[in-house]
């Protein structure tokens, strides 16, 4: 079972700022929160990633509330090319992974922008 | 670009025989990912190496899959005997730069 809760489907204008919410409830205190998109046909693409504090790239800012059990991935000018499925994932850092720590993808969000 | 290369990027073939998905790294990592996807499952973690060695194997389906991870920059997924559920689209992705993972273009199998 995935660790994150997301919604299904959103819907965003085109220019506007996309607001992917993630719920992580039972997030461990050494799991990060990691985002990723899959565009129609292709392999997942890394996004950004964080432990508590805010994070921001080229591609998005990641917010992530003071009890970490929630995040949101904010794209600040969304364009018809940010269509694709968002995923949320929480998990150990690779150096410190062992058979018992799983990634898990979960179903994500489908994100489509409107022009 | 991810610098991973899969091949081939679509397989048919019948129940029965035995498949194998290759997996190119342009630079030699540390770690390597296989994945599969469906529409019915998503994106499942089937195994993943660390220096070469499998650490994780709990998320391959039955013994019918092998991995393999000869070197640094190659590893191979195998299916023997394919059956009609194997089906699906199967990533593999590299460790990348800040804990990340760079996923390769993926090979669509196709089991008839």
């Known amino acids: 079972d995935a660790k994150t809760t997301q919604p299904p489907s959103m819907d965003c204008a085109e220019g506007r700022a996309a607001n992917l919410p993630c719920n992580h409830s039972?997030?461990?205190?050494?799991?990060?929160v990691y985002w990723y998109r899959q565009i129609h046909s292709q392999g997942p693409q890394y996004i950004i990633h964080g432990l508590k504090n805010n994070e921001t790239n080229e591609m998005a800012s990641l917010i992530i509330t003071e009890d970490r059990k929630s995040s949101t991935l904010i794209l600040p000018h969304a364009t018809l090319r940010d269509t694709a499925v968002y995923y949320c994932i929480v998990r150990v850092a690779l150096w410190v992974m062992n058979r018992d720590d799983k990634i898990i993808f979960g179903k994500g969000t489908r994100l489509h922008i409107l022009p | 670009d991810a610098g991973v290369i899969q091949s081939p990027r679509h397989e048919v073939t019948e129940m029965g025989q035995e498949v194998t998905l290759r997996c190119k790294l342009i630079s030699g990592h540390n770690s390597l990912f296989w994945y599969r996807q469906t529409m019915m499952r998503g994106l499942e973690l089937l195994i993943y190496?660390?220096?070469?060695?499998?650490?994780?194997d709990s998320g391959m389906p039955e013994d019918r899959f092998s991995a393999k991870m000869p070197n640094a920059s190659f590893s191979t997924l195998k299916i023997q005997p394919s059956e009609p559920r194997d089906s699906a689209v199967y990533f593999c992705?590299?460790?990348?730069?800040?804990?990340?993972?760079?996923f390769g273009p993926g090979t669509r199998l196709t089991v008839l």
């Open positions: 039972t997030i461990s205190g050494n799991e990060y």
């Open positions: 190496f660390n220096n070469n060695v499998p650490i994780d």
């Open positions: 992705a590299r460790e990348g730069g800040r804990d990340t993972q760079y």
